[in-house]
């Protein structure tokens, strides 16, 4: 009878192209497939997530940031006007502003 020996998957008796076999076999290129699909579906969402923050990002600079502008200094009008009456010691009167 052959005994068998401990430990012979690595130094001994074992197929030399195992390593081949595995490497072709249908499970790995499924999964390089898989991996395939899914870097180019990563690629496609990074690029399409960057086109909206750009529109996102022109259209805030473009319209939101000039009314920003605009009350700011409408602000600090009407804090001047408020000033200039307690100095002249007159009521402030609330100004009304047509649009």
Do not use: C, Y
């Not at 249908?26 to 086109?51: C, F, W």
């Amino acid at each position: 009878m052959a005994a068998k020996r401990i430990g012979a998957g690595k130094s001994g008796g074992g197929d030399p192209n195992i390593l081949a076999r595995i490497s072709n076999s249908e499970i790995v290129s499924h999964g390089r497939r898989a991996a395939g699909d899914a870097v180019e579906v990563s690629k496609k969402l990074l690029k399409s997530t960057g086109k909206a923050a750009w529109i996102a990002g022109t259209t805030f600079l473009i319209l939101v940031v000039p009314l920003i502008i605009e009350m700011d200094r409408e602000a600090q009008l009407t804090e001047m006007e408020l000033q200039q009456a307690s100095l002249l010691g007159t009521p402030a009167a609330p100004m009304q502003r047509g649009f």
